[in-house]
């Protein structure tokens, strides 16, 4: 697809670009304009049709939008926000520049320029910042007949029409109801009578994570969204969710290795900003270290009279760090879920702390064979080894679990004390009961 794209722009054949285009998907042809550059760009795009120049639009990375919107002419950007969802125009203006977003509310109209503003005002993370209002809605006097003629009347212009909303004239949210339901109905039923009074729905402050978990836990495929006076003012669809989780997951697995989040992908995040991004979470992790080696340095006396024992030191924390990771990444995700609450600290630490004997139990079994019999080891140093093996082991499972749990107790990013700080803390712990195994076993 994109070799032929790029010979039939080589060629300057339109025609047959345009052609080509139009039997594509949107997603398909966004991903295609990466491979072009300088003009070809702007080119291409006014080939395609008004309505499919805008969905694909609204797929593009915020670079490539802004070039854009930079290249073409008012008319053209006025056609474009149009046809555009008001969520994605929202989203879209949310990654420009001040002269950008200036010029796009120029060229819109004042209803949608006063509604998009409106939009703006929400916080970052909330269910207001990602909802739409392009729904569709009933009155709960209408028949069926009634209904199907208004969602033909104005579904065209929703971004779903599988779910409707019952609303009455104060806009105060009253029921739901499915295509589906509509279907099986008889046109004269009323749709007060078959529609489900027991509506779920996020308020417009509400964390959008929170509304995520919403949707896969009832298995929506979009949930209306409501401000304090129960008003029914938006819907989350599935694929905006879908944009939210995966944005989510990013920034968790960013945080646990130790990377402030960024919203560029790789390749177009700079060598400089990527520095930024990573050098102060590396000095704090550098200097936390440090700590570990001032408690090898005050038991220097003790490893010079056994220097045997400096050698288990590497298993102790890549153990340590590796029980206390998989702890961490599982209490975090069932957090994520909100399957894990801070009320259930005592019982999950109770299901860690039994994973934790039964994790160290199991590997000084299998290091003691091999400490005996195959590295020769005395006795008492393979015990000192596979005791602290086990008390690592245990302290790791429960740390990775309490921090977490912890962190967002005090409203802290549980990814934050996630991988890289629970191995440092393990290390010193882990360090500190080796060597006080060892002087009381070892008498040195």
């Known amino acids: 697809m994109e070799e032929r794209i790029k010979e039939l722009v ?23 304009f990466e491979t072009l550059e300088g003009d070809d760009i702007v080119r291409v795009f006014r080939l395609l049709p008004k309505e499919l120049a805008a969905e694909t639009f609204s797929y593009m990375e915020a670079d490539m939008q802004q070039s854009i919107v930079e290249a073409i002419t008012d008319r053209e950007l006025s056609g474009i926000i149009d046809e555009l969802f008001l969520d994605d125009t929202v989203d879209f203006i949310d990654e420009m520049p001040a002269n950008v977003v200036k010029r796009v509310l120029k060229n819109t109209d004042p209803n949608t320029r ?23 809605d009933l009155k709960k006097q209408m028949t069926v007949r009634e209904a199907f003629e208004h969602i033909r009347k104005i579904g065209v212009d929703k971004e779903t029409v599988y779910t409707c909303y019952v609303t009455n004239k104060n806009r105060k949210l009253q029921g739901v109801l499915s295509v589906k339901d509509l279907l099986l109905a008889d046109y004269d039923n009323i749709v007060g009578d078959i529609m489900d ?3 779920i729905y996020v308020h417009t ?42 944005d989510e997951n990013t920034e968790d697995i960013e945080k646990m290795a130790a990377i ?12 400089f900003e990527t520095f930024v991004q990573r050098i102060p979470w590396l000095m704090i992790l ?20 056994m220097v045997i024992l400096t050698s288990f030191i590497p298993m102790f924390m890549g153990t340590g760090g590796n029980a206390g990771g998989q ?50 080891v005395n006795f008492e140093v393979s015990m000192v080894v596979n005791l602290t093996l086990v008390a690592t082991v245990f302290l790791a499972k429960i740390i990775g679990c309490v921090l977490p ?37 070892l008498n040195i």
């Not at 402030?260 to 060598?271: A, E, I, L, N």
């Not at 936390?288 to 490893?303: K, M």
């Not at 209490?331 to 019982?347: N, Q, T, V």
């Not at 107790?409 to 712990?429: G, N, Q, R, Y």
């Open 205 to 246: 402050d509400d964390d959008k994570e929170e509304v995520v978990n919403a949707l896969s836990k009832y298995n929506f495929l979009a949930l209306p969204v409501v401000d304090k006076e129960s008003r029914l003012v938006g819907i989350v669809t599935i694929d905006d969710a879908i944009d939210v989780l995966q």
């Open 260 to 271: 402030t989040p960024s919203d560029k992908s790789y390749f177009k995040t700079g060598v």
């Open 197 to 199: 009074t027991n509506v």
């Open 114 to 136: 006063k509604l998009i503003n409106h939009f703006l005002q929400y916080e970052d993370d909330t269910a207001g910042s990602i909802m739409t209002i392009e729904f569709v």
């Open 405 to 441: 749990i912890t962190a967002k107790k005090l409203k802290l990013d549980p990814a934050v004390v996630a991988s890289p700080f629970i191995t440092t803390i393990i290390d010193a712990l882990s360090l500190v009961i080796y060597f006080n195994i060892a002087s009381n076993i």
């Open 327 to 376: 702890s961490s990444v599982t209490i975090i995700r069932g957090i994520s879920l909100g399957e894990i609450e801070f009320g259930d600290l005592f019982k999950a630490m109770w299901k860690e702390i039994r994973v934790g004997v039964l994790c160290g139990i199991s590997l000084a079994f299998v290091n003691f064979l091999k400490l005996l019999f195959i590295d020769k």
């Open 10 to 32: 080589l060629s300057k054949n339109f025609g047959e670009i345009r052609k080509f285009l139009l039997e594509e998907n949107a997603v398909d042809i966004a991903n295609l």
């Open 286 to 305: 550098m200097i936390s270290a440090a700590f570990t080696g001032a408690i090898i340095s005050y038991f220097e006396e003790a490893l010079g009279k």
